[in-house]
């Protein structure tokens, strides 16, 4: 079984490789503002995928009121035994302006919280960009 999985995966990332060879080079993204994106994995416990599915819709329902936010998407993992089952990436216009609403939000959402989810923000710039 190990072996199918390892050809599989090998598979995969060849079709991949060939598949950007393949494709238009990527270029190099001139930072012209002080545009972020937030990427946030969440490691959801067996059985607390609604509560989870929930706790992001409250917040994102919250945070897209607030000063900044442009947008976001939310990826669910269709493997059941992948470590991430969910990661959210949105984009804000500053780094200020998501840190001030992610406070705004955890002082007014303060039982937001499901039980043994693990999640990991942090912000990114893009740099490259097809």
Not at 2 to 25: D, E, F, M, R, Y
Not at 81 to 89: A, C, D, E, S
Request: proline share 4%.
């Amino acid at each position: 079984m190990k072996k199918v999985i390892k050809n599989a995966a090998l598979t995969l990332l060849a079709g991949v490789a060939l598949t950007a060879c393949a494709t238009k080079p990527t270029t190099a993204v001139q930072q012209t503002s002080n545009q972020v994106v937030l990427i946030n994995t969440f490691e959801v416990p067996k059985g607390k995928e609604q509560a989870a599915l929930a706790s992001w819709q409250k917040s994102r329902d919250f945070l897209k009121t607030q000063d900044g936010y442009i947008s976001t998407r939310l990826h669910r993992n269709p493997n059941p035994n992948g470590k991430f089952h969910l990661i959210n990436v949105a984009v804000w216009r500053s780094a200020e302006d998501f840190k001030k609403a992610t406070a705004n939000m955890r002082a007014t959402l303060k039982d937001n919280a499901v039980e043994g989810v693990v999640f990991t923000p942090d912000l990114y710039q893009v740099i490259e960009s097809d």
